[in-house]
């Protein structure tokens, strides 16, 4: 049984800093591509960040994040990671890990396994 487990999120105010993290279970995860989405209030889930292993690393990312935020994975402890720098009250979501077999994409639709959502606040 697959299992993301998200964590890492909480209440910063602008211009500040917070790591996610999203432990997975249950899968071979070096096989996997793990993804980052975001659902703020009244709004639908959108593409945050992605990253590959299988086939060489590469990462992605929404535009609106690029030069803030940073995905990394360490395979060793099954987690992936986001850090997000220079925090904006946009950010205020719940932040949900993903994980796709193979390579990355930006689609929502593409990823099989989705963990609980971790919230962020970011206040002005």
């Known amino acids: 049984q697959v299992q993301l487990v998200g964590s890492g999120g909480g209440l910063v105010q602008a211009g500040g800093s917070l790591r996610l993290s999203c432990a997975a279970s249950?899968?071979?995860?070096?096989?996997?591509?793990m993804g980052w989405f975001r659902q703020a209030p009244g709004k639908e889930r959108e593409f945050v960040a992605s990253?590959?292993?299988?086939?060489?690393?590469?990462?992605y990312y929404t535009d609106s994040v690029k030069g803030r935020f940073t995905i990394s994975r360490d395979n060793a402890k099954n987690t992936v990671y986001l850090q997000m720098n220079s925090l904006k009250p946009e950010d205020t979501a719940a932040y949900y890990c993903?994980?796709?077999?193979?390579?990355?994409?930006?689609?929502?639709?593409?990823?099989?396994?989705w963990g609980q959502g971790t919230q962020v606040t970011v206040s002005s």
């Open positions: 990253i590959n292993w299988w086939g060489g690393v590469r990462t």
């Open positions: 993903a994980a796709r077999f193979q390579s990355a994409t930006m689609a929502i639709d593409d990823y099989k396994y």
């Open positions: 249950g899968l071979t995860f070096s096989n996997y591509a």
